[in-house]
């Protein structure tokens, strides 16, 4: 499922439960407006209309009601977050937690940080701080539900994707040394062979699914900015190998979910490669790589074509070709800029991708 689809599917959760919960005499004419809200791209404020839903809402007379709520205020924090409203977002986040730990529909687990809405609300929270560079307290929070993962009797330790953010905090606060110990166990556990599992419901999901090559995409941008660039080269050279080896070998109607190997732009490896390629100055190595990338980005008309036209014209003007170079450049130049809403990326400041 495309992320856009999935993004809708929970503005359009959200502003339901929103109303549901909006249960005073007064909203009738309110509950006409089911406009819909933070589309086409989620803006500061755009979440004010569900914010109001909430206040105005009575207390919950049943279990339902009460996770109706709950969950309406946890995905108003990711709207608020989504738009880049972090201030706000934290706001609903601490009111979601406090919610679910004062109601008297909480009595399952009277300390509801150790529940899986618990659980939800500090992986947002870490996000949250991780986005604002706050990553003292990304750890806090990370370690707060470390607590609530062994409390809910998890086996193997944390989840993968829990190692990766504690990771870009540890590499925040300069303890760069903890944070490679961990890569490197986290990269033994890799399976780039491995199903994309079917998609689950996007408001239940704490966290994405874990792509193995997102997170050695990651490792690989971490070993090139410590300067080890054959170490990371070898890691992405392997990754492309698995990657050619899984998509022969599967079958035509493969399950739903496919591979991983599928999963994302097609050629950010061999980018990778050949932007460490280029920074090494052994444009040699660089140029196949870049020329094979812009065969498959200008038959699916991808949208990294212009950044690899970029770097093909960067390469092609210090090999003295500067009609090329400057062909190349206004190839890229005459491309049409999409504007598209893209997610935060919590990660990308110390544990970022390497373009």
């Known amino acids: 499922m495309k992320k856009w689809i999935v993004y809708s599917l929970m503005l359009l959760f959200a502003f339901d439960l929103a109303q549901a919960a909006d249960n005073t005499k007064n909203n009738q004419e309110a509950q006409l407006d089911n406009s819909p809200v933070c589309e086409p791209v989620p803006v500061s404020k755009c979440w004010k209309r569900l914010a109001d839903y909430l206040q105005k809402a009575k207390p919950p007379a049943s279990e339902r009601e009460f996770g109706d709520q709950l969950v309406a205020y946890v995905m108003l924090a990711k709207l608020a977050y989504w738009a880049r409203d972090f201030s706000d977002a934290k706001k609903f986040n601490l009111l979601a937690l406090k919610f679910s730990k004062q109601t008297k529909f ?36 990370l370690d707060q539900y470390s607590f609530i993962w062994e409390k809910l009797s998890k086996p193997d330790g944390e ?89 022969a070998q599967m079958p035509e109607d493969p399950m739903p979910g496919g591979y991983w190997a599928t999963h994302g732009e097609p050629t950010a490896l061999l980018d990778d490669q050949a932007v460490i390629y280029l920074k090494l100055g052994r444009d040699t190595e660089a140029e196949p790589l870049l020329r094979a990338s812009l065969l498959v980005q200008e038959k699916k008309a991808g949208k990294r074509l212009p950044l690899v036209l970029i770097r093909l014209a960067e390469l092609t003007r210090r090999k003295g070709q500067i009609a090329e170079a400057n062909a190349l450049i206004l190839r890229a130049k005459a491309i049409p800029r999409q504007d598209q809403w893209e997610k935060i990326d919590p990660l990308a400041s110390t544990l970022g991708y390497i373009d």
């Not at 050695?216 to 990371?232: D, V």
Request: proline share 4%; charged share 25%; net charge negative.
């Open 159 to 247: 989840p993968d994707e829990l190692v990766l953010m504690r990771c870009a905090a540890l590499i925040g606060l300069q303890r760069g040394s903890e944070a490679e110990i961990l890569l490197e166990q986290l990269l033994k556990k890799l399976n780039f062979s491995a199903q994309a599992p079917w998609e689950e419901s996007p408001l239940m999901l704490v966290l994405e699914p874990f792509n193995p090559y997102e997170a050695g995409r990651r490792i690989a941008a971490h070993f090139m900015r410590e300067g080890k660039y054959e170490k990371a080269l070898a890691l992405l050279q392997t990754m492309e190998q698995r990657r050619t080896e899984t998509i």
């Open 106 to 141: 909480a009595v399952r687990d009277a300390d509801m940080s150790a529940s899986l809405f618990g659980a939800m609300i500090n992986i947002n929270l870490a996000n949250l701080a991780l986005s604002k560079h706050e990553y003292a307290e990304a750890l806090g929070y």
